[in-house]
């Protein structure tokens, strides 16, 4: 664990012991998942007291929702800003998928908390991450769609395409080992490719 890698994922989290915190509790709910893991794990592995740790976040509930909405962010800011490119609507596609799925290889313990915890997750905070995976799937499918009406795609319904391409994304996050001989980007290309044959769009 070390600061340059938590200032790596949480850029815009200060001070740096709160995002130690957050790494800390990455490693701890990947390891033992949200429910078996306590606040004094996730302060010991920090390198902290168990009261440091509600200096910056009042709960261990707090701690996930704070790396559940990071990642989603993360994963809305790739998407939209490939969605909004001046290209067609294949090529776009193809992008979305090479980075989403890259992220996901890449930051592959981050992204199993973020996408596999997220019943763990209160009411209210849970709104607000469902709200920014809705955002997501609505760009994703608004690709389609336009890929459709252009003849580039053929597809039944709209909202189960896009829940598709998104899931192949996703799961990556669940087999992703760093020790694999292919690289995020490699694998991102190939799913790019595996999704624009999924769609239907021309070889």
């Known amino acids: 664990m070390t600061v340059s890698l938590s200032a790596e994922l949480w850029p815009d989290v200060q001070p740096d012991a709160a995002r130690r915190l957050m790494l800390a509790a990455v490693e701890s709910f990947a390891e033992r998942g949200y429910h078996a893991t306590t606040t004094r794990d996730i302060a010991a592995a920090a ?3 168990p009261a ?3 200096v910056h976040f009042p709960s261990k509930a707090a ?3 704070a790396i559940s909405q990071s990642g989603h962010e993360q994963t809305l800011t790739l998407v939209e800003s490939v969605a909004g490119r001046a290209e067609s609507p294949r090529e776009r596609m193809r992008k979305i998928v090479e980075d989403f799925v890259a992220w996901h290889a890449r930051r592959h313990t981050v992204a199993r908390v973020v996408q596999y915890e997220l019943q763990a997750l209160p009411a209210q905070e849970y709104a607000v991450v469902a709200d920014l995976r809705r955002r997501i799937e609505h760009l994703v499918r608004e690709v389609i769609a336009e ?3 252009k003849g580039e795609f053929s597809v039944g319904d709209l909202r189960t395409a896009a829940r598709a391409v998104l899931s192949l994304g996703v799961d990556v996050a669940r087999w992703y080992s760093d020790r694999m001989g292919k690289t995020p980007k490699a694998l991102g290309r190939e799913y790019g ?7 239907g769009a021309p070889a």
């Not at 490719?193 to 769609?199: A, G, K, P, Q, S």
């Open 147 to 149: 890929g459709v009406e």
């Open 52 to 54: 440091a740790l509600y």
């Open 193 to 199: 490719e595996l999704v624009l044959r999924m769609l």
């Open 47 to 49: 390198g902290m007291s």
């Open 63 to 65: 701690l996930l929702f």
